[in-house]
């Protein structure tokens, strides 16, 4: 049974960083990539970084990239997004997921950057 448990959110001004981790169970971590999904208030869930699981090739949405960096230790079911120069439209819910992705979601953890 897949587990997904985000935490390191909060309320942050802008330009101000935080740290986002995810533990995740259920399948052989090392062997999945990692996506990071954030879900804005009235707007759909969008993918925001992807780690792959074999050489760590990182991709990122084009208004994040240069800010964000996603990583992970496998050593610890881990994955981690630091977000840097954070902007009031980073806020929403961050989820993390396998890739391919489970059906089943954690909590998310809630990002909100004031102006």
């Known amino acids: 049974q897949v587990e997904l448990v985000e935490s390191g959110g909060g309320l942050v001004q802008a330009g101000g960083s935080l740290r986002l981790s995810c533990v995740a169970s259920?399948?052989?971590?090392?062997?999945?990539?990692m996506t990071w999904f954030r879900q804005a208030p009235g707007k759909e869930r969008e993918l925001v970084a992807r780690i792959n699981w074999s050489l760590g090739s990182t991709y990122y949405t084009a208004s994040v990239r240069g800010r964000f960096t996603i990583s992970r230790d496998n050593a610890k079911n881990t994955v981690y997004l630091q977000m840097n120069s954070l902007k009031p439209e980073d806020t929403g819910v961050y989820y993390c997921?396998?890739?391919?992705?489970?059906?089943?979601w954690g909590q998310g953890t809630q990002v909100t950057v004031s102006s």
């Open positions: 259920g399948r052989t971590f090392s062997n999945y990539g």
């Open positions: 997921n396998f890739n391919p992705p489970s059906s089943s």
